[in-house]
């Protein structure tokens, strides 16, 4: 069965930086949508960011633009997230999730469409 591995969660201070790894196995397909989403404590889980396997296309939240980088490794299904300018409120569990689109259909980053999901990886922004 597809299996994701996340790695890199850390306690870091207020501007500071972090790279997480998400690393997929169990399948074959070409074409995936994988990407990052996240969930504070009381906090519904959003998406942070995804990327594309065909053509590398990306997306990122608002609140993240301009301070969160994805990157994408595809022979290697590995996916990284470099995080700059950390805040408290960057504090949350950091699920890696992964999407296998039917041909035809657009390219999607939201919480609803993801097929597998990791077990997280635990970001603490504090002094």
């Known amino acids: 069965q597809v299996q994701l591995v996340e790695s890199g969660g850390d306690l870091v201070q207020p501007g500071g930086s972090l790279s997480l790894s998400c690393t997929a196995s169990?399948?074959?397909?070409?074409?995936?949508?994988i990407g990052w989403f996240r969930q504070a404590p009381g906090k519904e889980r959003e998406e942070v960011s995804c990327?594309?396997?065909?053509?590398?296309?990306?997306v990122y939240a608002d609140s993240v633009k301009g301070r969160f980088t994805i990157s994408g490794d595809i022979a290697k299904n590995t996916v990284h997230l470099q995080m700059t300018s950390l805040q408290p409120e960057d504090t949350a569990v950091y699920y890696c999730?992964?999407?296998?689109?039917?041909?035809?259909?657009?390219?999607?980053?939201?919480?609803?469409?993801?097929?597998?999901w990791g077990k997280g990886t635990l970001v603490t922004v504090s002094s």
């Open positions: 999730a992964i999407d296998f689109p039917r041909v035809g259909v657009a390219f999607q980053c939201n919480y609803y469409g993801m097929d597998y």
């Open positions: 169990g399948f074959t397909l070409d074409y995936y949508v």
């Open positions: 990327i594309s396997s065909s053509d590398g296309r990306t």
